[in-house]
């Protein structure tokens, strides 16, 4: 999965499942995803196409997926203990 700067979320390349391994670092903006919303979601810039997207939580509420709006990129972030409250995420 990815990483953001300022708030990086950074990928590593996918294993043989397709899955990405992500990471990240300090929030910079912890507007998205806020209790507003319908459904959480995740803010990340696509570094691949130089877009933003969102990440949807899942039904069984154990991870975040979604692709890149431009290339079609899948990615995914798994929900857990000792996790972040970022909101905000970028891949490369």
């Known amino acids: 999965m990815g990483a953001l700067d300022g708030s990086t979320f950074a990928s590593r390349p996918a294993d043989e499942s397709g899955?990405?391994?992500?990471?990240?670092?300090?929030q910079r903006d912890s507007a998205a995803g806020s209790p507003q919303s319908s459904k959480p979601w995740l803010m990340v810039?696509?570094?691949?196409?130089?877009a933003y997207g969102r990440l949807y939580r899942?039904?069984?509420q154990t991870l975040y997926s979604g692709c890149c709006p431009r290339c079609g990129a899948r990615l995914s972030a798994r929900?857990?203990?000792g996790g972040t409250a970022r909101r905000m995420f970028q891949a490369r």
């Open 19 to 26: 899955v990405l391994d992500c990471y990240d670092t300090p």
């Open 45 to 50: 810039h696509f570094a691949c196409c130089h």
């Open 58 to 60: 899942n039904r069984a």
């Open 79 to 81: 929900i857990g203990p």
